[in-house]
């Protein structure tokens, strides 16, 4: 399960949990140990999966070409954890101490300087290896930044730490600030911190979902595999201008390097472009991956003894396909490690969204979940013919990290191979773009007290609501509804067609009969005068062991 790592200011970090479960699927529980460790929209040309080549290297960028070449000759060598040689005592702190080093924000890069301002975090506890980070003047020229523990202000039982770093230490990442609300403050809004992993918000939204670099082979038998990020460019920002960022990436079986461009504001966006290098065959190369919390929801089978009616960081994975359908399959929580996809060929966009942004859904003042941020990349170059793919993990609490997607290429990546990818992540509010369709607004289900049809542990017969929000203009008549509801390893019966909220909103209720203990795969849409009125809602049903 992935560790929740909370990037807010107050470096509220969350605690480290592994465990391992047995899939839904044909994987024997014996051999599957799912480890996960801590740590909108503008259409584009779409091309195939590209290899590094002259027509996607960077011109008249040396630096980032020399960043390139390096992983290039990095991928032929052997792979090597660098950890700067980090004290034991540092490696060893538990969380209450690292907590008890703070970064001093006077001491911030830039600091009154430029309308960008970086903080650093210190090194040791889950982060223990270290990154370079080195600075780029507009002339071109590079500092490399030595980790100076004068920075960071030491509290109770971290004051005996603050001489066991030297210039050579490293930092663990960095977090950057620019002034989004108004000009007396400079707002955080992007932080890389652990791995490879990083956190965007905008000016109205406070972390949640979190963004990677790269995943590889997650949730396979022999366990994930987590690239780091092991050194960093920070390219000295023009004033209004977005932030470029290099970054180097290294793991046992891919050398790469990364550009980001930056820009904050209402909804902040990046520009990602990524050189892969394959040191050795990657089993499953995830690519724009998303982290991300649901603990329980309106859909949930399981109820919470909790006074929030829901717990989550994201709601829904949604795809908008080349052929421009919208996909959208709700999140749960199952009881078994649950591992879906969704297939394609040159999406033309997906991510992991909270569709769901009223506080009273959540009444949780200090979470804030209706604040949380979607994420949505939109693909350039580098993503054909492949699969979004979601794993759900188990959780009984709400500081684990226990969702999981990313976009897995139908072409293997072999040893000795490279990819190019370009993207853009952003992150909105509820909406990556303008539907035109019918969209899920919620999703519920229960028991089913009809005759002959009781739960009982024999059969999980559950009863399912889902409601569609009819956009403005659009005339929807459920009289007039076809209705497209297919399942698979169970039947589904006695569906109905009809408007709520004052005919605002469509609802579709019917009752899922599983055949056995499989999972039942659901797809349904609405359909009027055979034009597709309605995205297209994805469920998978567990029945509870």
């Not at 107050?10 to 592994?18: G, Q, S, V, W």
């Amino acid at each position: 399960m992935l560790p929740r790592n909370q990037l807010a200011t107050n470096t509220d970090f969350k605690l480290p949990f592994i465990t391992s479960f047995s899939t839904i699927f044909s994987i024997s529980p014996a051999v599957l140990r799912a480890i996960i460790y801590c740590m909108c929209i503008g259409f584009s040309t779409l091309s195939l999966a590209d290899e590094v080549n002259k027509n996607n290297l960077p011109s008249g960028k040396p630096i980032l070409n020399r960043i390139i070449e390096a992983a290039q000759t990095n991928a032929q060598r052997a792979y090597e954890v660098n950890d700067h040689d980090l004290a034991a005592e540092l490696k060893e702190m538990d969380y209450e101490t690292y907590r008890q080093i703070r970064f001093n924000p006077e001491q911030a890069l830039w600091h009154k300087q430029n309308d960008y301002e970086v903080q650093f975090f210190h090194p040791g506890f889950l982060y223990q290896q270290p990154v370079t980070v080195v600075t780029v003047a507009p002339d071109n020229s590079e500092k490399s930044l030595a980790f100076d523990s004068a920075k960071f202000i030491y509290e109770k039982n971290a004051e005996a730490l603050a001489g066991l770093t030297d210039a050579q230490s490293g930092y663990a990442g960095f977090r950057i600030h620019y002034p989004i609300k108004n000009s007396e403050y400079k707002d955080e809004f992007a932080v890389f911190l652990g791995a490879s992993y990083f956190r965007l918000v905008g000016k109205d939204q406070v972390y949640g979902i979190s963004a990677r670099g790269l995943a590889l082979n997650t949730a396979m038998p022999e366990g994930e595999e987590f690239p780091h990020f092991t050194r960093f460019w920070i390219i000295e920002p023009r004033e209004g201008q977005p932030i470029k960022i290099y970054a180097r990436l290294e793991s046992p079986s891919v050398s790469g390097a990364y550009s980001f461009e930056i820009m904050p504001g209402n909804d902040t966006t990046m520009q990602v472009k990524s050189w892969l290098f394959a040191r050795d065959d990657v089993d499953k190369l995830g690519v724009a991956p998303f982290t991300s919390m649901f603990l329980y929801g309106e859909n949930s089978q399981k109820r919470h003894d909790d006074y929030r009616p829901e717990v989550h960081d994201s709601d829904g994975v949604m795809l908008l396909n080349s052929a421009g359908e919208i996909l959208w399959r709700p999140l749960t929580n199952p009881s078994r490690l649950q591992i879906t996809s969704l297939s394609d060929d040159s999406p033309q966009g997906f991510g992991m969204l909270q569709r769901d942004t009223e506080f009273q859904h959540y009444l949780d003042a200090e979470a804030n979940y209706h604040l949380r941020p979607s994420l949505w990349v939109t693909p350039a170059q580098g993503f054909n013919k492949g699969k979004l793919e979601i794993v759900e993990i188990p959780t009984d609490a709400e500081v684990h990290d226990n969702i999981v997607a990313y976009w897995v290429p139908d072409k293997p990546f072999l040893a000795g191979e490279s990819r190019y990818f370009e993207y853009e992540v952003k992150t909105v509010e509820e909406k990556p773009m303008r539907y035109g369709v019918a969209t899920v607004v919620r999703t519920r289900q229960g028991i089913s007290q009809l005759p002959g049809f009781e739960t009982t542990e024999e059969r999980n017969v559950r009863r399912f609501v889902v409601d569609f929000a009819v956009p403005k203009g659009m005339e929807l008549t459920p009289d007039d509804v076809d209705l497209i509801l297919d399942a698979t390893n169970g039947r589904v019966e006695q569906a109905r067609v009809y408007a709520v909220n004052g005919a605002q909103e469509i609802r579709v209720t019917f009752l899922v009969i599983p055949d056995s203990d499989a999972v039942v795969d659901m797809r349904m849409f609405l359909n009027q005068n055979e034009t597709q009125m309605s995205e297209i809602w994805s469920y998978v049903y567990a029945p509870l062991q």
